[in-house]
């Protein structure tokens, strides 16, 4: 049932309207927006939340958790906005789809449960690969990248050529990862457009593969996915079981057994909002990057806790503002020197290089780079 002064409680709205200013003006969107504020949604939740039901505002917040950061934890605006989409969508209300709605119909397909995609095809010919199809200990978590490939050919998307530098890193340390032939999407997406009925189909079903498998440690490439099974699959759904570690928290626990090659160059590394503020995982990534001979890291103003979204999210509301913010944060790599800017999100990566297409990217030029592939492509083998 929805109960909009339950939901104002127990995720703190009186505390996000007292932060409001401040929020304001730290907001990713409100910065390009000017017809969007947390403090806006936040009015409305309070006022008159049957309009913020069916109001856009709830499509536009990125749910990227920065309110919860300013608050110290008390004001949860995105799982707030999670629950008020959960409502529009009982009523026939959705965000705009993007990309003629393709990735999320696919995720929704998915969750029926009829249909079995061959999501391991693309190992084949890859002889230099060394999974496990079925059993074992560690299980190396492929997510969405063969339909982000498939895709997005024309935007250059790397997540393929992610998850097989992941595999790489993995077997130069003596693992041979178990690779999912029964895996289906995480259900993130479902999740944050207010499809919890679809989450819970594929959240029930990778548990159970997971549980097959016989694997005691899960290891994630994809933030979203990591937050998903980590997070979200023990809060709405059930316990796991397992271990769940996203790549760069399992390598720089073994960073003194990765040998990199000397690349000496400035880089910048972006914090994806589910991997940071989502899961608090900010100084394994840069432990890695520090440990490249030569390569020197530079922070960007806004990073770690504060730093700011790739822009969009979950697939919807992709606007000029979304570009906008991507230009905004690409612009903010630029001011550091780097010669690239670093992400292990395969669809920050994306969407930093769809921004490439606006008309404001002639104002900034950086080398956007996945972290996992970067990495690979230093190892000595």
Known sequence: MFDPAQLNEEYGIPVILKHSRRLNQLCSVAGVNPNFSPERIARLAEGNPEQLVQSPLIWECLTCGLCREVTDGRGDMARFIRAVRREALRRGIAGSDTHGGIMLTAQRIDALGKVQADRNAWIAGEEDLKVERRQGDTLYWVGAAPFLDSTFPDLGSTALESARAAIRLLNHLGIRPVVLEQERFSGHDLLWTGDREGFSSLAAMNMQAIRDSGAKTVIVSSPEDCHTLKMSYKELVGELGVEVLHLSEFLADRLSQLSFSEWPHRISYHDPCRLGRGLGVYDAPRKVLRGVPGLELVEMEHSREMARCCGTSCWINCTRYSKLMQVRR???????????????????VLHFRCATRAEAWTQVRMDVRDWTVFLAGVLQE
Do not use: D
Request: charged share 10%; with cysteine.
């Open 330 to 348: 690409l612009q903010e790599a630029g001011a550091t020197g780097a010669e690239a800017l670093v992400t292990p999100c395969s669809q920050c």
